[in-house]
Structures are given as structure tokens and as C-alpha cells.
């Protein structure tokens, strides 16, 4: 339950480092020469599982959890061994479908596995285009999801072109990765582009890949190189409190130091599209990945559509930006957005049934929500699904809503952002 006084959130905020970087910054220095160093890493529950799988493929890698430095020793492209037990990524799936693509061109066999709502989400869609590359991957149970077992030959991985039939950069990590050790190039081209860290970071790291249109290509057996990474703020974090800023009369927030890559910043658009008082501020270049101060001021907000080419840009915002336009004037329309019912939760489902609980005017749609706005929301019992998103966006609910929210398995925030409730409770 949020605690908070009925006044308006002022100050500045620095919110963890991105979690999708986080990530990437371990699995490419691992596959580097030398000593990867690694600043505001996100020490949520999500990276340690990255940290931890690839400490069981010979990685050492230091990481102390009061600290947001993070140090590992590479072994190069071709210096992972095999690991003495099943690899579980615990409830990441970024760690589960990029790990994979990498394992693929490794000559050891590997199974991995995850919690129980890993063991739910569509491996599918990578087992594919692996399969296409030649990889032996296979579900253990024979329902496309984890368990996952990869049987590796001495037979080399082939290049592919794989027209990927969802925007997700997931799914295309995962087959760059495995390009990484294949025979030829291998290219993957994408309804509309998903988020690039991966193609601007291992072209940090020393890989040769290039970007036209909705296309990346790699060319295979680059000499990865180690490098000092500074990882931004996580735009996803920053959200719930650029919301908070909007919603909270005479509020003003200052997040600072966050990432804005143009394939993240979708939540910034659609809040300007609401009317949102946003300015960037000390705009910076960090290795090819732009951070901003984010200054937010309260504002009034009017509905709007969310939809196409900009959805893959803030897929993991729209609970989020679900509850944003219940406070707006009129109607907000999401659609294109059916990857929501593959996450942690099914989040177009959870959204409606716990904002419903709440008193807003919402219907569920195939692909999305419609949301009626204006209506005063009530405090109830959140069920959040054990999502952290899901969870973090109804406490930002909880603090203009009338009466008590509790939010169960609240806890779940530490995937993304542990230290979020006392965060919050600093601004309120």
C-alpha cells in the first residue's frame, strides 16, 4: 500500500540502469577479449539471472549486490564450456531467448529452463529461424515453451535472411547472436524496428552490422574486443514517474541521466500526443545510445490513439500509458499491441480486470484496451500477477485514487527496479 501526502511530487530522480543493456553488457563481454567493465548495471532479479547463467559457462564475473559495477573477464566468441547443470534464467525471458541464439553455435549440449511463467511465454518464435540456421533446439515438453534442450554438433550454423512476422528485438538478438557463429551472413528484417541495443552495442564491442530500414545483418566470427559500458537510465523505469509527474496536481520531476534511443522514447511521443508538459534536457551521445534529463510538469491530459509503428517503441509502457488515460479527458484507443498477451502476464486481461476493479471505464480489445476517461478511481485489491509492470503502474493508480490500494506480490517490482516503493515514497 502506497502512504503518501495529497500534495504534489517535486524533485528529481535517477531511476536504475536499463535493464535491456544490463543484459547485453554481460552476454557480449562475456563472448569479449579482455575485461569488460560495466557502470550502472541494473542489479535486479532479471540481470542476476544473465549473471548467473553465464558464471555456469565459465564467465567470472564480479558483481557486488551494493554496488552498480559490474566487472567480467571474457574468454572471446568461442571461450564458454560446458555447464555442470541446467542453465535457469528465472523469469527473464531476454536472458532465456538471447542466450539461446549464442548456445546454438556453441559444441556442447545445454538444456535450459525458468520459473513457472518462463515455462508459459513462446519459445516458438526463436526455435524457428534456429532451426532454419541448422541448430538442434527442441522443447522438452513439446509445447514450444521451456524447458529447452540444444544438441550441438560439430556442424556449423548457416546463414539466414529471417523475415521475422513480429517486431520483437528478442527475436531478432537472438538470430544475430547466433550469426555471430555462423557460415555466411545472416540478416533479419522486421515488420517495423524493435529496439537496436543489441546492433549498437556489439558494434561498440567490435562486430560488423549493418541497419537499413527495418533490416540488420551480421557478418559472422567477429574478433569481439572488451570496453567500458555506462549504461543509461531505464526509460521503462523513468515512465511510471514521468506518469506520476503528469497526473499529481502542480507536480514537477526531474529524471535524470535516462535513455531516449529513438526505438524506446515511445512513451515520451504518446504523452506529447496527450498534452503532456515533457522537455528534454542536457542531451548527451553515450556510445552510440542518446540520455536525456527528463523534466516533467503536471498537465492536463486529453486521450489519444496508440497504435502501428509505434507500439513495438513502448510495449512495455502501455500499462502505463493505460493508466495515464484514465486521467485524461475523453477516449484513448490502444491496439496493434497483442505481444501484451505474451509477457509476464497477459497484460491487456490484468490491465482491465484490476482497472475495472478500480472503477475505470475500460474494455479489453483483441489487441489492446479502449479507456474512457475522466472517471475517479477507487482504491481496491490489485492483483498484479507476480508483473513487475503491472505492479509498479497501479502504485502510480494508487496515488489519486480514493481510499487504500493494495497491491499483492508487490514485491515483484525487484525484476526491474528493487528499490521502486522507496523511490516513490521519497517524491510523495
Excluded at 526455435?127 to 540444444?150: H, R, W, Y
Excluded at 508538459?277 to 486529453?302: C, F, K, M, Q, T
Aim: glycine share 10%; hydrophobic share 40%.
Amino acid at each position: 500500500m502506497i502512504d503518501r501526502k495529497r500534495g504534489p511530487l517535486k524533485g528529481h530522480i535517477t531511476v536504475p540502469g536499463d535493464k535491456s543493456i544490463s543484459h547485453r553488457a554481460v552476454m557480449f563481454g562475456a563472448l569479449a577479449e579482455g575485461t569488460t567493465e560495466v557502470t550502472n548495471f541494473l542489479q535486479g532479479a532479471d540481470c542476476l539471472s544473465t549473471i548467473r547463467c553465464f558464471n555456469q559457462l565459465g564467465i567470472e564475473i564480479d558483481n557486488r549486490a551494493s554496488s552498480d559495477r559490474v566487472i567480467i573477464r571474457g574468454k572471446g566468441l568461442h571461450g564458454l564450456s560446458k555447464p555442470k547443470d541446467i542453465l535457469d534464467v528465472g523469469n527473464s525471458g531476454t536472458t532465456m531467448r538471447l542466450i539461446s541464439g549464442i548456445l546454438s553455435g556453441q559444441d556442447f549440449t545445454v538444456s535450459l529452463t525458468g520459473d513457472e511463467s518462463i515455462q508459459r511465454r513462446p519459445m516458438g518464435r526463436i526455435m524457428t529461424p534456429l532451426q532454419m540456421m541448422g541448430a538442434d533446439i527442441k522443447s522438452v515438453k513439446e509445447n514450444n515453451c521451456a524447458p529447452l534442450f540444444i544438441n550441438n554438433s560439430l556442424d556449423k550454423l548457416k546463414g539466414i535472411h529471417y523475415n521475422s512476422p513480429v517486431a520483437s528485438a528478442q527475436i531478432k538478438s537472438c538470430v544475430l547472436l547466433a550469426g555471430l557463429y555462423a557460415e555466411g551472413n545472416t540478416s533479419v528484417t522486421e515488420p517495423t524496428l524493435s529496439r537496436n541495443h543489441t546492433e549498437l552495442m556489439l558494434t561498440q564491442f567490435g562486430a560488423t552490422i549493418t541497419s537499413v530500414a527495418n533490416t540488420a545483418t551480421i557478418v559472422p566470427n567477429p574478433k569481439l574486443m572488451a570496453r567500458k559500458i555506462e549504461v543509461p537510465g531505464d526509460i521503462s523505469s523513468a515512465a511510471y514517474f514521468i506518469a506520476a509527474g503528469l497526473i499529481v496536481p502542480n507536480s514537477e520531476l526531474i529524471i535524470k541521466n535516462v535513455g531516449i534511443n529513438p526505438t524506446r522514447d515511445g512513451i515520451i511521443q504518446v504523452c506529447r500526443q496527450m498534452g503532456a508538459h515533457i522537455s528534454l534536457e542536457n542531451v548527451l551521445d553515450n556510445g552510440g545510445e542518446p540520455v536525456a534529463d527528463i523534466v516533467v510538469r503536471y498537465s492536463e491530459l486529453l486521450g489519444t490513439e496508440v497504435g502501428g509503428a509505434i507500439i513495438p517503441t513502448l510495449i512495455d509502457e502501455i500499462p502505463i500509458i493505460a493508466i495515464l488515460a484514465c486521467f485524461a479527458k475523453g477516449q484513448t484507443i490502444i491496439k496493434d499491441a497483442a505481444e501484451l498477451k505474451v509477457k509476464e502476464s497477459n497484460r491487456i486481461d490484468v490491465m482491465v480486470e484490476n482497472l475495472t476493479k478500480m472503477g475505470a471505464d475500460i474494455t479489453a480489445t483483441p489487441d489492446g484496451m479502449i479507456i474512457n476517461g475522466g472517471k475517479p478511481l477507487l482504491g481496491a485489491t490489485i492483483e498484479s500477477k507476480s508483473d513487475h509492470r503491472i505492479a509498479m503502474s497501479f502504485a502510480i493508480a494508487s496515488l489519486l485514487a480514493e481510499g487504500d490500494t493494495v497491491i499483492q506480490d508487490a514485491e515483484c517490482v525487484d525484476i526491474s527496479y528493487p528499490n521502486f516503493y522507496n523511490d516513490l515514497k521519497g517524491l510523495c
